[in-house]
């Protein structure tokens, strides 16, 4: 068996997963799974005088992906934790997590 035939038979279409609305619930509760998480990059100013977003983020199952808020960075981490470490070297960060919904 050649290469190509044997990728065919490994990605050949199984049986159709359910009617069309089932296969769409299905892609639905999968990519809800699999959504990434959102943080921020809280910098704080002064013993708890103010605050600014430095940085949002997307955390995602291997790693997290940093944008400045000023749009002049962008990063990528293993995770968020990570990105709150390395960046706040230079800076005092505290990771916040939006909620889930």
């Known amino acids: 068996m050649s290469d190509n035939e044997i990728l ?4 050949a279409p199984s049986e159709p997963l359910g ?9 639905e509760s999968f990519v809800r799974e699999q959504a990434p998480r959102v ?3 809280v910098e704080e100013v002064g013993e708890r005088a103010d605050a ?3 940085a949002w983020g997307l955390a995602l199952a ?3 992906e940093v944008f ?4 002049r960075m962008r990063g990528s981490f293993g995770s968020a934790e990570s990105a709150c470490e390395v960046l706040g070297m230079a800076r005092e960060l505290r990771l916040v997590w939006l909620p889930q919904t």
């Not at 009617?19 to 892609?27: M, N, P, Q, T």
């Not at 400045?68 to 749009?71: D, E, F, K, Q, R």
Request: no cysteine.
């Open 52 to 54: 600014e977003i430095f």
């Open 62 to 64: 291997e790693h997290a």
């Open 8 to 11: 065919a038979a490994e990605h």
């Open 68 to 71: 400045g808020a000023a749009g």
């Open 19 to 27: 009617d069309a609305a089932e296969f769409a619930a299905l892609v």
């Open 39 to 41: 943080f921020a990059l």
